[in-house]
């Protein structure tokens, strides 16, 4: 390539020999470029490892390809219409309905019943929330069987009196472990443990508590158990219904389709209210961006800051050099070759110092994170973003000494002293 030739490697050179011989100079006109890659750095990719560490809280909870229906109340004030009260509300067949919308979209759905029992075994009597499970609700909720198994399609249909527990259930109702084929009373309804689930945990920081300690808790049986046997309910309502769609962009599509059916299931009342977890993440995520802005900002001002500095001692330095300059164009060097020079220097000057800000961006961002107690994550944006706002500013704020020398009179030059 041509801008690698002969002259472009005589420039380079001479170029590393002026910053070497004046390393004190060059360190205070490449300090203002350090300062600014480092915050851009340091800062985007604090953000960065923040969320990246949310990315995985909502992936440990069951992924960001879902959506969740929940109950909602119709009625805002005043008393409720004939209409209204004849409503019955999310039901088992809501979800069935849901389901048939779009098999190839449909990736699984599950359906929750929640109670609240008195829960008792031969070691603890407590009041405990039930939860009662359907279709694919462990593993879109990001449950894991460790001993057992989980529930059958025919324990759902038949309202089988079967229990899974959580570790923290097992260590209340069965602290010597043997929870497996044991027996609990829930309500007047006695069940078999089946299954016991992998303790999750998570924590945001090292040193925060656990995030998923009250999911530990659980206590889940089929929900037609709960509707059947605790509460009576011929109509098999549900408190949540939630379809994991894998392709995101059929997202939207699908959940225009659901609220049209669910409000012609419920007599046009939409007493629902979807929870796309994706565009919800997606929010914070936007949200946080501002944050980015104001570390892209505050490198931006040291860049700034940096330049006008870089600039001034660029022109003192050109006066040192007037006599080398005029020497240069004497024996015909041209003016657009000096510009070169200078712009050179200039720009090997910024990157040495961006990869200087770079190390320091990435030193001082690990510092930072760790005292947190989150891993850091640093975006290769991130690197981008900070290395190109430093070549740009660079390059702008070298054109200016480097337009003056190339505009310089050869016979001024010899004769200044």
Do not use: C
């Not at 007047?188 to 999911?215: A, P």
């Not at 659901?258 to 007493?271: F, M, P, V, Y």
């Amino acid at each position: 390539m041509t801008m690698f030739n002969g002259k472009f490697r005589e420039r380079l050179r001479n170029s590393w020999v002026e910053m070497r011989e004046n390393m004190t100079r060059s360190t205070l006109q490449s300090l203002g470029v350090i300062l600014g890659v480092a915050s851009v750095l340091g800062g985007m990719s604090i953000s960065d490892s923040m969320r990246k560490r949310s990315m995985e809280l909502y992936i440990r909870m069951g992924g960001l390809d879902k959506l969740n229906v929940r109950q909602s109340a119709v009625i805002k004030e005043g008393a409720p219409t004939a209409l209204q009260m004849a409503n019955l509300g999310l039901r088992s067949a809501d979800s069935d309905g849901g389901e048939d919308l779009d098999t190839s979209t449909v990736d699984g759905i599950s359906v929750r019943k929640d109670a609240r029992a008195r829960v008792r075994s031969p070691y603890a009597d407590q009041e405990r929330d039930i939860r009662g499970a359907g279709g694919d609700f462990l593993q879109l909720e990001g449950y894991d069987v460790d001993e057992g198994r989980a529930f059958s399609p025919g324990d759902i249909d038949n309202a089988a009196p079967v229990a899974i527990l959580g570790t923290e259930a097992v260590a209340v109702f069965f602290p010597n472990g043997d929870a497996l084929g044991r027996t609990l009373r829930i309500g007047d309804t006695q069940v078999q443990v089946i299954g016991v689930l992998k303790e999750r945990v998570f924590r945001f920081r090292k040193s925060n508590r656990n995030w998923f300690r009250w999911r530990n808790r659980i206590i889940a049986v089929p929900n037609s158990l709960v509707a059947r046997r605790f509460e009576g309910d011929q109509y098999h309502r549900v408190d949540r219904m939630t379809f994991r769609i894998r392709d995101m962009d059929a997202m939207s599509k699908f959940s225009q389709g659901l609220t049209s059916l669910l409000k012609a299931n419920h007599r046009q009342q939409e007493d629902f209210r979807l929870d796309d977890v994706g565009a919800r993440y997606r929010k914070q995520r936007s949200q946080g961006s501002v944050y980015d802005m104001i570390f892209l900002l505050s490198g931006f001002l040291s860049l700034i800051g940096g330049g006008i500095v870089n600039v001034n001692i660029q022109m003192a330095t050109l006066k040192e050099r007037i006599r080398e300059v005029g020497v240069k164009m004497a024996i015909g060097a041209p003016g657009l070759e000096v510009f070169k020079e200078f712009m050179t220097e200039a720009l090997l000057l910024t990157g040495v110092g961006s990869l200087a800000g770079l190390v320091i961006g990435i030193g001082f961002s690990w510092i930072i994170t760790t005292s947190l107690g989150v891993p850091l994550h640093i975006d290769p944006k991130s690197f981008v973003s900070a290395y190109a706002l430093a070549a740009i500013f660079g390059f702008v704020f070298a054109l200016f000494p480097a337009w003056k020398a190339s505009r310089l009179s050869p016979m001024e030059a010899l004769r200044y002293e």
